[in-house]
């Protein structure tokens, strides 16, 4: 692009007169779930300036006629239409109620039209696959919840998904992952706006970490991607998860699909929104996390029953994506024993306490605030996505490679 043109998109993007980066239009619909509903309407809607948080405006707008339906059969009426999001310069889409559905026209065409405008467009959780819908996510790199990042990939193909990051920041397009992620974005966009202490008390006053490290690799899933069971790619899928334990390259797949790596290396990504040796490193990775936890092997022998061709493979790829030597999660892990016997995970510690996926009703999480969240898939349940975590490493630091012509988040 040259200096002009990218000069005069610059130019585009910039708020008209009517708008204000500081007002903050919410947009709800009917179906939508109350938590991912209500993290925005919490952070850009209470006066904190007491706290030494600068006071946004927010708008609360309905995407549709009301009134809208949440969870638990609350009903909830909107002061504000689709109109109001012509005077804001941040749009929130904080959760959109099913991945199936098409968002309703009108309300796409006024994001369209909010981002021609210069407005910063906010897709939390599911919300990405309203933005998505309306075209903002076209050739840009986003993320979603883990769980439903393989079908964003595959209906968009021209989007970018990385179902590794918390959140990405594009400039004026925003994604982030699930739940607790909506709220590590919001706080981003705060110090974005008025700096690290603004985004800091208000951290405090949500009695959160200010800043997460780290992204979605501890929750990923075994299971298979949501919309991969009938296709032709499941079986070679469901055999490498089963031959773990044996070397084999995504040559060995390729083969078995019958395709050149080229094409396998494609149509894999846009199944599960992942490359194929991504993938099955980071299957590999958490099969090392299971034994780690749960057997006494050696870590030369859990290398072997990985597939790794050797303990030093094993030990680069477990720290780059988990930030801990296998000794060490091992250690970690069972220094977190409960006393009755059963093991606990050392990783049930995002800023709230979240049931561990398996555990029975009224089990106690750890809580100490540390880390977060990757990609593959489980149940979903009605209302909006339900994260049910699986154990995960103690700690995380960045610097996992990136997916081929995707970008993190700061």
Known sequence: MSQDSAAATEAARKLTGRRRREVVAVLLFSGGPIFESSIPLSVFGIDRQDAGVPRYRLL???????????????ELSAPYGLEAISRAGTVVVPAWRSITSPPPAEALDALRRAHEEGARIVGLCTGAFVLAAAGLLDGRPATTHWMYAPTLAKRYPSVHVDPRELFVDDGDVLTSAGTAAGIDLCLHIVRTDHGTEAAGALA?????????????????????????????????VAWALEHLHEQFDVETLAARAYMSRRTFDRRFRSLTGSAPLQWLITQRVLQAQRLLETSDYSVDEVAGRCGFRSPVALRGHFRRQLGSSPAAYRAAYRARRPQGGALESVATVLETSVPAQGSAPGRRTAAAAS?????????????????????????????????????SAP
């Open 60 to 74: 609360v707008c309905g995407g549709e006629e009301g009134p809208l339906r949440t969870t638990g059969g609350l």
């Open 204 to 236: 405090r006053r949500l009695v959160v970490p200010p800043r997460r490290s780290g992204g979605q690799e501890r929750y990923l899933d075994r299971s298979l991607p949501e919309e991969i069971g009938s296709d032709p790619l499941a079986e070679v």
């Open 371 to 407: 880390p977060g969240p990757s990609p593959v898939t489980a149940a979903a349940t009605s209302g909006g996505p339900a994260e049910q975590l699986k154990p995960g490493p103690e700690s995380y630091v960045p610097g996992r490679p990136t997916l081929p012509g995707q970008r």
